[in-house]
């Protein structure tokens, strides 16, 4: 069974920093493509960033500068690290696992809930 679980959300002020992590079971994980996205309240679900087997790592351009990601192969995790928040962060962050580059997203997590307030 596929599992994707999303932790490290919570409440925190503009200007701090947070850092979310996707623990993945039950599915390749050092070969696959890691996505983050979030959806905001009353908005549809956007990209935030990606990174491949090869090290590729793509930032939309909202979080550029201010969002990293990164992963443990030996610990199947996926991680998000977010500084600078701002109150347009807040949204339920999702990470994702594709099979590769070309092929789609098809594992998901729950979710985990990030509130930035001003």
């Known amino acids: 069974q596929v599992q994707l679980v999303e932790s490290g959300g919570g409440l925190v002020q503009a200007g701090d920093s947070l850092t979310l992590s996707c623990q993945v079971s039950?599915?390749?994980?050092?070969?696959?493509?890691m996505g983050w996205f979030r959806q905001p309240p009353g908005k549809q679900r956007e990209f935030v960033a990606a990174?491949?087997?090869?090290?590729?790592?793509d930032y939309a351009n909202s979080v550029k500068g201010r969002f990293s990601i990164s992963r443990d192969n030996d610990k199947n995790t996926f991680y998000l690290q977010m500084h600078s928040l701002k109150p347009e962060d807040t949204a339920v962050y999702y990470c994702?696992?594709?099979?590769?580059?070309?092929?789609?997203?098809?594992?998901w997590g729950q979710g985990t809930r990030v509130t930035v307030s001003s």
């Open positions: 994702a696992a594709a099979d590769s580059p070309a092929t789609p997203y098809k594992d």
């Open positions: 039950g599915r390749t994980f050092g070969t696959a493509v």
């Open positions: 990174s491949s087997w090869n090290n590729r790592i």
